[in-house]
């Protein structure tokens, strides 16, 4: 996908194959079939939510990801890794949830702030 920066300050190119990217670039992944935004760092930058949902999690099929791509003063993806989400992996309510073949996890996305301005995510599986 192509983000257009405003401010005349170009283009940039997000994939799987990027360095701050987890995985691999693949036919089929749908790697942004659904998009959100939100300062989920709270660093002050806005930070980029994509949902992989065709995404293979090992030998699950379209288990589905979502990466968080955060923002930086030079740009998404100019500073540290993304934040990389998947059944099974991580901490919490993920972590303790399985993979099943089509859950396509991040299929829609959305996220926002709080009324405590406490950013959140939110990813259909």
Sequence with gaps: M???YGGGKGTF????????VPGD?????YFGDSLATVDHNADGCTDLVVGASREDVGS???GGTVDVIYGASGGLASGRAALHLEQ?????????????SGDRMGAAVAAG?????????VIGT
């Design 60 to 62: 699950v099929t379209d």
């Design 113 to 121: 702030l709080t009324f405590a301005n406490e950013p959140y995510i």
């Design 2 to 4: 192509r983000i257009v």
């Design 13 to 20: 190119e997000i994939n799987q194959d990027l360095s701050t």
């Design 88 to 100: 099974g992996a991580g901490s919490g309510d993920i972590l303790a949830a399985t993979s099943d």
């Design 25 to 29: 670039a693949e036919a089929n992944d």
